[in-house]
């Protein structure tokens, strides 16, 4: 139970921080004209494993120990870095929820990524595990103090409203491709939920969910409307939106599958864990698609288990 519980609260915290929040700012870097042996001297003394190279801010390529031994062993360790570097690059943006960094250390198993600013695409920082794993644990702690104090002074609202069914609801209006605001109103929600004394834990539960939701409408919608229920004994959650529908519901629901363009994969979109997540994070969950209509997508869970 302590491990689901930690589970849950880490995947809470990847989608609501940002990766600049966790990033590296002051990142170490060469230049396209720098030898391979200035580039050793920087890997040995930051003992580091790679660098980015960069000219005018602009990240054109990545250097890596492998890189220098290999010119070692060809004896080329005064050729220029750009003769040796390799330019097909992944990147990260600065504005992404750190879940995607999760997802993109599973997919390429790198040791680090170079992080861009969206509007300019210059260079502004490196992530590492290291890096987010000190997020994490920085913000696991001001989330412990901030939870134990919300429960010194709330109460949940069902204890001191006496009806035969008491019913809060609250809309929220998600706008299509604004991927700056991604989580906004999932934020939201997770404040609305703490103030009405739901538990911490299945408040993050329902997070996760409407998080996944909340990104699935801005990725492949021009808007939605999210409506949530709260009862003494569920939260109800419902997402409707006028996109193009999901073609294969069932294909869909596998981990990794996703219908998301190439352009929106290059924002740091479009992994293809929405669905299978807000599965994992529900009691039930209801799905109706028409392709060239929308889509209208529930969730529950039970406060009563």
Known sequence: MIEEVISSKIQEIAYECKVEEAMTKDVITVAPSDTMV???????????SGLPVVSEGNLMGIISVEDFIKCIIKGRKYEQVKNNMTTHIEFIYSDEPLIHVFKKFEKHRFGRFPVKERDTKKLVGIITKG???????????????????QKNRMKNI???I???????ILKY????????KAGEKSSLLKNALLRLGIATEITRRIVIASMETEMNIIIFTDGGEITIWVEEDKIKVNAVDSGPGIPDVEKAMLPGYSTAPDWVREMGFGAGMGLPNIKNCTDEMHIDSVVGEGTNLEFTVNLKK
């Open 38 to 48: 200035d580039v050793w001297m920087k890997l040995r003394d930051k003992r580091i």
């Open 158 to 160: 069902f204890h001191d």
């Open 173 to 180: 209006h998600v706008k299509g491709k604004e991927f700056k």
């Open 162 to 168: 006496k009806s035969d069914k008491t019913t809060v």
């Open 131 to 149: 890096d987010v794993i000190r997020c994490l644990l920085k913000r696991l702690e001001k989330d412990y103090y901030e939870e134990e104090t």
